[in-house]
């Protein structure tokens, strides 16, 4: 009698590197967050991974999908508002116009995508694009862990803290900080404000209502146990969860990432995109 062939499931899974170890986070057959880490010098990471997740889909063929990110300041975007409506090909043939004109890189040596966002007057298109070698060159961060998407690091750190905290509200102020990032980001009707700073995040929430010349009316913080934590203005919420928040925010791609109900496409590189999208 023949063996009955079972079709692979795809388990997406968000992978982040931070003191020294791989985290990764998914979500099991109940749909529960589940989550694994390990030193990055140990061998043959996958095959752990692998060996751990069995344990939440027994006798299921895997098929897994890595989402990492990469570091904003390692790529160029812009944010347009157009006075009408554009369809997927208009999208990328304008991306391709903004990217020809203003960027003076060889198009071919980019990858590119955009955000397409429907507004009550207008439309907003969000490009985003990274130069080949240095989306290469950011994988190689992984190992032998082999990505099939790479987003930017703000928007998995916003996916997280949407997890928490529900869809945004206006004037909402996120502030995430660990080790390496310092990021102050909120979403506008013009689109994505973002600033990025060494300094420690009162300084930054001073840098980026002086730069944006705005005040928010919610600020929300979410800061690594690796973090000396000082006091922070009593209105100023924290998140608090044992999850690695970027790891979580991966595993978040295309899932939970409201946008107006609009368009969104921020993977900078993985197995579908073609040689210029």
């Not at 098929?63 to 990469?70: D, E, W, Y």
């Not at 999208?91 to 391709?96: H, I």
């Not at 999850?243 to 946008?259: E, H, M, T, Y």
Request: net charge negative.
């Amino acid at each position: 009698m023949p063996i009955p062939y079972k079709k692979r499931q795809i388990i997406q899974i968000g992978v982040h590197q931070q003191r020294n170890q791989f985290q990764f986070v998914w979500f099991d057959k109940q749909s529960q967050i589940q989550s694994f880490s390990i030193s990055d010098n140990e061998r043959d990471i996958e095959t752990h991974l692998m060996n751990r997740l069995i344990q939440d889909f027994s006798q299921v063929r895997l098929k897994l999908r890595l989402v990492g990110c990469i570091s904003p300041h390692l790529i160029w975007s812009k944010s347009l508002i157009l006075p009408q409506s554009l369809n997927a090909q208009e999208c990328e043939q304008q991306c391709r116009f903004v990217l020809q004109k203003e960027l003076p890189i060889p198009f071919e040596e980019l990858w590119f995508d955009y955000i397409s966002t429907p507004l009550k007057q207008g439309f907003r298109l969000e490009i985003y694009a990274v130069r080949r070698m240095v989306a290469q060159e950011a994988q190689k961060a992984y190992g032998a862990l082999s990505l099939d998407v790479l987003d930017v690091a703000y928007y998995a750190i916003l996916r997280s803290f949407r997890l928490f905290l529900g869809e945004d509200q206006d004037n909402s102020l996120y502030l995430y900080q660990d080790e390496s990032h310092c990021f102050a980001m909120m979403n506008t009707h013009q689109g994505l404000q973002l600033l990025q700073t060494q300094e420690n995040l009162t300084a930054l929430y001073t840098q980026f209502c002086q730069r944006f010349e705005t005040e928010s009316a919610r600020i929300y913080v979410y800061q690594t146990d690796d973090v000396q934590r000082t006091d922070l203005p009593e209105s100023w919420q924290r998140v608090e969860t044992e999850l690695p928040f970027i790891a979580l925010g991966n595993s978040l791609w295309q899932k939970d990432f409201v946008q107006n109900n609009g368009d969104s496409s921020t993977a900078l590189l993985n197995g579908c995109l073609n040689e210029g999208h």
